[in-house]
């Protein structure tokens, strides 16, 4: 399993790494701790531009003095890690360099604390979710979320559709203490008819929908029965699925949402699928979106 944890030093990213120090995969962890050293902007149109250099060599030295620090912490961890520092725009060189490495996954850290914050997101987080081949996890911090990682639930969110079904796979490569739960859950979207002829047809399409939904969370429930020490299922109703799906984990006081990305190609992820955005932007706990290298790149 190859991870690249995208840290900048901040106490957001500093709180990944505590989170990435406890996963447990089925196969061996390596971990690769990138920093991108952003070009600085000249302020108020400022046409002297000497100190830049100094700058920029000044940033890479903090950087690799917070990596040492970092590949400390993942090697008492147990964990194979190597460091790597490179000049350029965070976002769009954190995607290239998890392209480049191959990584299953990339962890980054959410900033901001408060629901307007969530709501726009750091420019970096947003854009790696959306435009990385492979699973994210953005990471918001146990004070935000307000939860202990240690013991709270971590909530699958499903759909049966192809993305939700990579998600699960790509997550069921980990395991979590025996003291998490993990709850698997799925929404049936509510249809609204205004003619009372078809009231009846609509009736019967809502009940296979939800017996629908009770066989996919019982069937990943089964697929997940190693990945913790307990496992339960839950089916709402809803004409707003992303709204549900975040009251679900606030609900759960969940510690961490899984789901997939419904977009498809780039222009899909560009536009990332409207619900997996949604809960990017609204959830309180950290998010992790599911997609399979392999097939995206496709």
Not at 187 to 205: E, G, I
Not at 209 to 222: F, H, N, S, W, Y
Not at 260 to 288: I, K, T
Request: charged residues 20%; proline residues 3%; aromatic residues 6%.
């Amino acid at each position: 399993m190859k991870i690249l944890l995208a840290t900048d030093g901040s106490e957001s990213s500093l709180q990944a790494l505590h989170y990435l120090k406890d996963l447990r995969c089925q196969n061996a962890i390596s971990v690769t701790v990138f920093t991108a050293i952003a070009y600085p902007q000249p302020i108020l149109g400022d046409v002297a531009t000497d100190w830049i250099p100094d700058y920029l060599l000044h940033q890479h030295d903090v950087a690799r003095e917070h990596q040492t620090q970092c590949l400390t912490s993942l090697h008492e961890a147990g964990l194979i890690a190597e460091s790597v520092v490179e000049d350029g725009d965070p976002g769009t060189r954190i995607v290239e360099k998890a392209d480049e490495l191959g990584v299953d996954l990339v962890v980054v850290g959410a900033k901001g604390h408060s629901a307007i914050d969530r709501i726009l997101l750091g420019s970096v987080s947003d854009y790696v979710a959306t435009h990385c081949n492979c699973s994210v996890l953005v990471h918001r911090t146990v004070s935000e979320s307000g939860t202990d990682a240690n013991a709270a639930p971590i909530l699958i969110s499903v759909d049966g559709t192809e993305a939700s079904d990579m998600a699960v796979r790509h997550f069921s490569q980990f395991n979590w203490p025996e003291t998490v739960v993990g709850s698997v859950f799925c929404v049936v979207p509510v249809v609204r008819t205004f003619r009372r002829d078809l009231f009846p047809s609509a009736m019967a399409q809502a009940a296979q929908r939800r017996d629908a939904a009770r066989r996919e969370t019982q069937r990943v429930a089964l697929r997940l029965e190693n990945c913790f020490g307990e496992l339960q299922t839950d089916v709402v109703e809803s004409d707003h699925v992303g709204d549900a799906i975040v009251n679900q984990a606030d609900k759960l006081n969940a510690n961490v949402l899984v789901l997939g990305d419904s977009g498809r190609g780039m222009v899909g992820r560009l536009l990332l699928g409207s619900e997996s955005r949604y809960v990017l932007h609204h959830a309180e706990c950290s998010v992790w979106i599911g997609r399979d290298r392999e097939v995206a790149v496709t």
